[in-house]
């Protein structure tokens, strides 16, 4: 297979220096809740670098159905970065894999751009061998990560690693063959969509039969990832949110998902048909 090498605009995805295109309201919780130490989210003393390191906020979710229940609490930190926080389309994504937990256990799964990673803490919870990878460019939002595992007892069963969109680094070469890879809202902004699917493309190339879910909230009709699939010789089939239970505005005892629309793509590459 061949790979371009190109240069990633990979960095610290600052809300404030993207402005506020595509960011919705739930994306922004800091400005909505009360953090744990009872501080208001806005307030001017959220400027030292320790209150930017700790998770300020622990967000509880609450899985279940007629044969089981799951619970999850992930911490968060009141910081602008977009990794630090957990985002609609993850409870959407962890839904699926609660929803389709046999399918996971005793699977190999690779979270990208994981941020607070909820979903790949349901698939380790549900019995999947996880991988969680976020920017290595950012390694507070992999140190949250990590206190995601911790928090929710998993810690010997995941590992956290760094994993930059779009470049062929060491750590991309060192991941092993997956049954899964999965994302949340990580089609955040059209300008990382190509590295999201080199990156993608490359690990699927040597993972026979394994494939991309990967939930994205739809922000603007122009958005066109279809298009760009083919040209990583990557195929995509659309699965109804209705089908595991995730057409409602709460999941899991959340009310992230609210109203917006999402679209839930199981993703492949095209040899796999
Ligand atoms: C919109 S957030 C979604 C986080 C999480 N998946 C969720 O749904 O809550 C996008 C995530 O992608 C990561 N990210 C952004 N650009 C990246 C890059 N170039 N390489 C790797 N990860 C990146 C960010 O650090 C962040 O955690």
């Known amino acids: 297979?061949?790979?371009?090498?190109?240069?990633?605009?990979?960095?610290e995805y600052d809300a404030s220096e993207n402005g506020e295109e595509g960011i919705a309201p739930q994306q922004k919780p800091f400005h909505e809740e009360k953090s744990e130490s009872g501080e208001s989210d806005d307030g001017e003393s959220l400027q030292s670098e320790e209150k930017l390191d700790s998770p300020n906020v622990f967000r509880k979710f609450h899985?279940?159905?007629?044969?089981?229940?799951?619970?999850?609490?992930?911490?968060?930190?009141?910081?602008?970065?977009?990794?630090?926080?957990?985002?609609?389309?993850?409870?959407v994504l962890a839904q699926y894999i609660w929803h389709n937990r046999d399918d996971f256990y005793g699977k190999k799964v690779l979270e990208i751009g994981a941020g607070t990673a909820l979903p790949g803490?349901?698939?380790?919870?549900?019995?999947?061998?996880?991988?969680?990878?976020?920017?290595e460019l950012t390694p507070k939002i992999l140190k949250n990560c990590a206190r995601s595992c911790?928090?929710?007892?998993?810690?010997?069963?995941?590992?956290?690693?760094?994993?930059?969109?779009?470049l062929v680094t060491q750590s991309l070469l060192q991941i092993e063959p997956v049954d899964f890879i999965i994302g949340?809202?990580?089609?955040?902004?059209p300008k990382v969509f190509e590295d999201i699917l080199m990156t993608v493309s490359f690990i699927l190339e040597?993972?026979?039969?394994?494939?991309?879910?990967?939930?994205?909230q739809i922000r603007s009709a122009?958005?066109?990832?279809?298009?760009?699939?083919?040209?990583?010789?990557?195929?995509?089939?659309?699965?109804?949110?209705?089908?595991?239970?995730a057409d409602a505005n709460s999941l899991a005892d959340s009310d992230l998902p609210g109203n917006h629309s999402f679209e839930f793509l199981r993703i492949n590459t095209i040899r796999n048909r």
Not at 1 to 11: D, E, F, I, Q, T
Not at 75 to 85: F, I, K, N, Q
Not at 121 to 135: P, Q
């Open 121 to 135: 803490i349901v698939a380790a919870k549900c019995g999947a061998c996880v991988t969680l990878s976020d920017n």
């Open 63 to 91: 899985f279940a159905d007629e044969s089981g229940s799951l619970d999850v609490t992930i911490p968060e930190v009141l910081h602008p970065s977009y990794g630090m926080y957990t985002w609609p389309g993850a409870v």
């Open 150 to 166: 911790e928090e929710n007892q998993v810690s010997d069963r995941v590992k956290v690693i760094p994993l930059l969109w779009g």
């Open 1 to 11: 297979m061949s790979v371009n090498l190109k240069k990633s605009k990979a960095g």
């Open 222 to 245: 122009d958005w066109n990832i279809r298009a760009s699939l083919r040209q990583w010789q990557l195929q995509c089939k659309s699965v109804p949110l209705k089908d595991f239970g």
């Open 206 to 216: 040597k993972s026979s039969a394994a494939e991309f879910l990967s939930v994205y």
């Open 184 to 189: 949340s809202d990580c089609f955040f902004d």
